[in-house]
């Protein structure tokens, strides 16, 4: 029900417990919070799982008017709104989804002030007067979700969303928070710039996820290979992703044969179908739901252990957008790449069938960074975070310390089964002269032709072949220096600007090494080689529980859901479902201090989970 302005409770913090169960704020929420409130705009860039929703869920229910969400998919919009109806908050979508009744109801209730929050497609906004409709009528705030798809250089871009601009000129005095979790340099600067954004105050939390494992093998037999990955996962949910519709299908009825509950969902399917697919995943009926890239964005589930990359994604924000769809609960989950020489060939195909030569050198550059993360010999989460110019993920992920220790995050395939390091200080020094020599001007395939004395005509014409460093390099292969110019990159001495076809610029990191100051041990290329397996993520201290408790609150709690026609996860999340099995609640005051239990579920669910509890012990 709407919260009337005098029910409006007094602090966030208070909202927080009271609506949405939780006793504290995660990094950066509060601040973001604070500021819609006072009136303010925001750009938010935070992880998937990292809380973006509750960035603006919170101040509409603490600023006068409806909120209205600008969302890009119907079912992510329905995710949305079912779990903020099973909070007690007022929240309606507007779509076409809805039938002619239902729309004229939701816009009833907008107009009689009854709404809290309303998720609107951004084709819904722009079009048949809408705008105009909102201009007659209290808002609260804007918030712009995936707010990547404003900007070319994003990988998801929506012409669409690029006319989303018009909300700063028309609506001034309405706070704007634009939000995404998948945004490097150049694609935060175009949403700043599209949206009018440029007073706004930026909140950049990081994109580390440490509780997925990044794992990448050698694509060898990969159905097989899958299997094993697969075999003591019991009834975990995941998706597996492929790039083509006849893949996808072949990869689920096999998996079907083999026992489990899969499913295929790609665009070609019926809608119904892929509804039906959605649906049953959400709700727990199919274990694995093998995909094309259609789906996903729409996915709000937040107990999904596993994701496959049965193919090699066309570039890392698809690759993090795609994985970071595991663990959104904070729970152990895994990330899984098997990656083939084949996947380059295919991916090259599919990016030169573009006639635009901007777009052509943006996605050759984009391709060379994901195939950069297959090879790479460093920590993957660093060589991820490096990609985004994350530089505040806490330990620098697989930079060597001054007693030559790898220092490492822990819970990635290089981290956990180290390659051998050598001492190449004195190569890195002649990369990065190299790079500076001909005047940061060039991309990494002509630096290394310089540095291994190539003889080609274009080198000849820019007098390269004068140079100092002209053949110092000669003792090394390209192979070679291509891992070390990529490690060079990973660790935050050399960057790739992508808006000027990809040429190689020193950053500040290089100068002490340059000097001598410093020692660099890089990792050797490894060897083609099956990859041992490694041992699955543990749970830490604070998340070990009771398991048979576990899994019979998820019993209930699936039975609860299914009774009301509503995924599992609406009525409580894992995290949630972990700390009961840990703590054993007995009476309403401590069920209410576990996280995620907030007033209202207390009074619609409490009694049914402390019996369960009380009957287990």
Known sequence: MQLAASELLTTPHTTLREVFGYDSFRPHQQEIIDELIAGRDAFVLMPTGGGKSLCYQLPALHRRGTAIVVSPLISLMKDQVDALQDLGV??????????????????????????????????????????ERLSTLEVALFAIDEAHCVSQWGHDFRPEYARLGILRERFADVPLVALTATADSHTREDIVRVLGLSQAS??????????????????HRPFEQLQRFLQDRGNQAGIVYALSRRSVEEIARRLSEDGYRAAAYHAGLPAAERERVQDDFLKDELQIVVATVAFGMGIDKPNVRFVVHYDMPRHIEGYYQETGRAGRDGLPSEALLLYGAQDIVTAKRLIENTQNVDQLRIETHKLNAMVALTEAVTCRRQVLLNYFGDAVAGPQYGVADEANRQVNCGNCDICLNPPELFDATVHAQKALSCVYRVDQRFGMKYVIDVLRGAETERVRQLGHDRLSTYGMGA??????????????????????????????????????????????YLARPRVKEVVSKVRRPRDAD????????????RTLRKALADAEGKPPYIVFG?????????EK?????????????????????????????AEYA
């Open 475 to 520: 003792d090394l292969s390209e192979q070679q220096w291509t891992s070390i110019f990529r490690q060079l990159i990973h660790h935050g001495l050399l960057e790739q600007d992508i808006a000027n076809f990809s040429i190689l610029r020193l950053l500040p990191a290089a100068r002490p090494l340059l000097r001598g100051e410093q020692t660099l």
């Open 542 to 553: 604070n998340q070990a529980c009771d398991e048979k408790l576990f899994e019979a609150l």
């Open 202 to 219: 930026r909140h950049v939390t990081g994109f580390d996820r440490p509780n997925i494992r990044y794992t990448v093998l050698d694509k």
């Open 90 to 131: 007022a929240a309606a979508c507007y779509n076409s989804s809805l039938n002619g009744e239902e729309a004229r109801d939701v816009l009833g209730r907008l107009h009689n002030g009854k709404l809290d929050l309303l998720y609107v497609s951004p084709e819904r906004l722009i079009s048949g007067g809408f705008i």
């Open 574 to 582: 894992d995290a949630t479902l972990v700390q009961m099995a840990r």
């Open 585 to 613: 609640p007995r009476d309403d005051g401590e069920l209410l201090a576990i996280s995620g239990v907030g007033q209202h579920k207390l009074n619609k669910y409490g009694k049914a989970f402390l019996t369960a509890i």
